[in-house]
């Protein structure tokens, strides 16, 4: 089977072969790991490797479909959740708006819009950031983010206070 590459803008963060993986898994619907280390000559082992994070963040889920005789096997397919690390056309959409905003009303009209937006994004974040210590804040905001579509975490780096 032969498969187009990934365009580079999908699941950013992503490492290369995570991205294929996922790509491949949306245009075959369901794979198995023989059929996807085919495709991606690799072995059983390293795609099963990368299935472990996709599980565990959502975005891949497993099962047993059984024959005959002889073991299941096991296919795997994206969840909903994984729609959030393919891209869409919002960003081109609110690009065309905002120029039609400054068109028609003008800059002003423009800033007075994301402005808006900024203020109803702090007062949402604020709520639920308020009486937090900074460590608990840094995980609710990566909570928040990845709520939002985005895929974030957070993580203490060594020598950080």
Do not use: C, W
Request: overall charge positive; charged content about 35%.
């Amino acid at each position: 089977m032969s498969i187009p590459s990934p365009r580079e803008d999908i699941a950013e963060g992503f490492s290369e072969p995570k991205k294929k993986l996922l790509y491949y898994l949306k245009i075959m619907q369901q794979a198995g790991l023989e059929e996807l280390a085919s495709v991606m000559k690799v072995s059983r082992m390293a795609v099963h490797k990368h299935f472990a994070l996709l599980q565990q963040r959502g975005l891949v889920e497993s099962t047993e479909i059984r024959g005959r005789v002889g073991r299941p096997r096991i296919v795997y397919r994206l969840t909903s959740q994984s729609k959030s690390v393919f891209p869409k056309s919002y960003s081109a959409i609110a690009t065309h708006a905002l120029d039609f905003i400054e068109k028609n009303m003008g800059k002003d009209a423009v800033e007075r819009v994301l402005y808006e937006r900024q203020s109803e994004l702090f007062d949402q974040y604020y709520k639920r950031l308020k009486g937090l210590d900074f460590d608990k804040q840094v995980k609710e905001l990566a909570r928040i983010r990845d709520e939002e579509g985005y895929i974030a975490e957070s993580k203490k780096s060594k020598g950080d206070g």
